[in-house]
């Protein structure tokens, strides 16, 4: 079944990954994850985001598109990325999405994707 795993950052972790005095630190920890991921033969898919102030929000109202600069919520932690992985289980996506380095103080979503046909 396939799960996707949320990765949610602060703003200071968003700086880290391209700050030149952080992002060493900052990747050094996840790279290793990611690649656990995929030597894993799970990962069906998955990104990196911009920061959340270059996001685009769309909504329909009366039948008209407005557009909006920014995330779609305003919280303090936005997603970073995602991966999707292919695993038998719910507990077994918790347990890949408890193994990310950040987890300890940051939030990783899983949801189950919806399955069609």
Known sequence: MNYTLMFYLRPDEFSARTDP??????WGSFIPYMQALKDAGIVVGGAGLQPPEMAATVRLKD????????PYADTRE?????FII???DLDTALAWAAR?????NGV??????IVNG
């Open 21 to 26: 005095a952080r992002q060493t630190a900052f």
């Open 63 to 70: 039948g008209r598109r407005t557009v909006q600069s920014g």
């Open 78 to 82: 936005q997603i970073g990325g995602f």
């Open 86 to 88: 292919d695993v038998p």
């Open 100 to 104: 990310y380095p950040a987890a300890l």
């Open 108 to 113: 990783v979503e899983v949801r189950p994707n």
